[in-house]
């Protein structure tokens, strides 16, 4: 079977952002694609669905959030956001703190009132944990920045769950993404830009491939004829996962997944607020998300909760996280090796990247990698 029947001049594999973006500049250019997606929808885990007159994020909770200006001008050309910001509350066992660690969070913890204080409190459990020089693992990171009471509370548990194994197997770097404030301040991002789109992400994806240069096929897998596409189109753009790509030569990657359980409730409000983590070991579940809070917008008397479940990742699964440890990494490294061999594909996102990005990340990224194909 033929693939290539509009002479493109591109085949690009995912309907994420990356894909997308590259298309779309593409078309602008004159270019003519082919996006052919494993899903049965475009998006990648952006996607969105409108239910009970919510935006449902059907791969968990997205804001986005950035200070890259470029990043931010250029997706407000494809939708309006609405200023929602993240502020997370934790849940363990009972008792509720505020997200992330904050002024809020050391009152409700220690009783603390000041800044002071609350550096105080954690010098003198970092102390007493007998951590000194750089810390060696995640939880020896965790008890340095906040202190074995916050650590055990909202952080051990929670992580482990997410992960799949022991705080003190996974690499210190990992908890670095969370902001530790001494201000009363709970926003959960430091970034300047801040939203979530206020007819869902999915419309983005809409408008960036509307043109007619811009061909879409859901429902088809690259890889059970890799070899044909690849001969026949000038040039890929690969977003899939890279040790996929080159037949798991090496070895597997791994991943973390993630799966869903959403619930319709005959409510206006069902927890309070739109994200709540469950920090406890025994809770099966991360965080649950409250849909209708992330943009006030839902029908009267209606209320979508999403529960959010961490798994193994095996082939049959979704791949969400790359578990970026040594071991990986340098496994990573062979593939990197392999594909920078290869001069007619573009590998990129988080699975072609094999690493953890936020959207704007991706979005700043497949434009840097539009400018280098079409400007050199």
Not at 124 to 131: C, D, F, L, R, S
Not at 224 to 231: G, M, Q
Not at 340 to 361: A, E
Request: glycine share 8%; proline share 3%; hydrophobic share 35%.
């Amino acid at each position: 079977m033929k693939y290539n029947t509009k002479n493109y001049d591109y085949l690009i594999v995912g309907s994420g952002p990356y894909g997308s973006i590259f298309a779309y500049e593409a078309a602008k250019r004159g270019k003519r694609s082919l996006i052919i997606e494993k899903r049965a929808h475009i998006g990648g885990n952006m996607y969105t669905h409108k239910e009970n007159g919510i935006n449902v994020h059907d791969f968990g909770a997205h804001i986005f959030h950035t200070d890259n200006k470029e990043v931010w001008d250029y997706v407000n050309q494809f939708t309006e956001f609405n200023g929602y910001i993240n502020q997370v509350v934790a849940n363990y066992k009972g008792e509720l703190y505020n997200l992330p660690f904050n002024m809020n969070t050391f009152y409700q913890m220690w009783g603390v009132k000041t800044p002071g204080e609350a550096a105080a409190k954690i010098a003198e459990q970092k102390v007493t944990a007998g951590i000194s020089g750089a810390p060696k693992n995640l939880e020896e990171q965790a008890i340095s920045l906040i202190g074995t009471d916050i650590y055990s509370k909202l952080i051990k548990g929670y992580t482990e769950k997410q992960w799949g194994r022991k705080a003190t197997e996974l690499p210190a770097f990992i908890i670095g993404r969370l902001p530790v404030r001494y201000t009363f301040d709970n926003n959960y991002f430091n970034h300047r830009y801040q939203g979530v789109p206020v007819d869902g992400y999915t419309a983005i994806f809409d408008k960036l491939l509307a043109s007619d240069l811009i061909d879409v096929q859901v429902n088809t897998d690259f890889m059970a004829n890799k070899e044909t596409y690849l001969s026949e189109f000038p040039k890929t753009i690969y977003t899939g996962m890279i040790d996929a790509f080159f037949d798991y030569k090496y070895g597997e990657l791994e991943y973390r997944s993630v799966r869903f359980e959403s619930e319709v409730h005959e409510s206006d409000n069902v927890q309070g607020n739109a994200v709540i983590n469950y920090t406890d070991a025994e809770t099966p579940y991360t965080r649950v998300m409250e849909w209708r809070h992330f943009d006030n917008h839902a029908d009267d008397g209606k209320s979508i909760i999403s529960k959010e479940f961490p798994q193994d990742w095996d082939r049959s699964k979704e791949a969400y996280y790359p578990v970026n440890d040594e071991k990986n990494s340098e496994l990573f490294k062979k593939y990197r090796k392999e594909s920078n061999n290869l001069k007619n594909v573009i590998f990129g996102g988080r699975l072609g990247n094999y690493q953890y990005y936020d959207m704007d990340q991706v979005f700043g990224a497949a434009l840097k990698a539009v400018e280098k194909e079409f400007n050199e």
